[in-house]
Nanobody, 126 residues
Framework: EVELAESGGGSAQAGGSLRVSCDIF????????MGWFRQAPGKEREGVAM???????RYPSFVKDRFTISLDDANNKVYLQMNNLKAEDTGMYYC????????????????????WGQGTQVVVSS
């Protein structure tokens, strides 16, 4: 069984940066795709980055060139570096993983990710 635990959220000014981390407990070799999702109050959960075991990353257009996902296989961690933050980046950020789907198939669908962390809060003030 794989478990995930996020850390590193916090507050930042618009234009600033934050990095959130995800510790992976268990057999990382079983994971086909790792992702970061976020959820703002009153909004649906949305994907902001995915990475597969070949370290190929994917981003939706609204965070591309601002967010970077990385996978540290040696230490079982996934990071999300967020630069040039905007107020609309505020939300609870979740680390997620799937043992069933490649990232190209999962395509940021939260329902395709069966393993979730508890989330870490990010607040960006304008």
């Amino acid at each position: 069984e794989v478990e995930l635990a996020e850390s590193g959220g916090g507050s930042a000014q618009a234009g600033g940066s934050l990095r959130v981390s995800c510790d992976i407990f268990g057999d990382i070799s079983r994971l086909e795709c790792m992702g970061w999702f976020r959820q703002a109050p009153g909004k649906e959960r949305e994907g902001v980055a995915m990475i597969d075991d070949d370290h190929k990353a994917r981003y939706p257009s609204f965070v591309k060139d601002r967010f970077t996902i990385s996978l540290d296989d040696a230490n079982n961690k996934v990071y999300l570096q967020m630069n040039n933050l905007k107020a609309e980046d505020t939300g609870m950020y979740y680390c997620a993983a799937t043992t069933q789907w490649y990232c190209v198939v999962a395509d940021f669908r939260a329902s395709d990710f069966g393993i979730w962390g508890q989330g870490t809060q990010v607040v960006v003030s304008s």
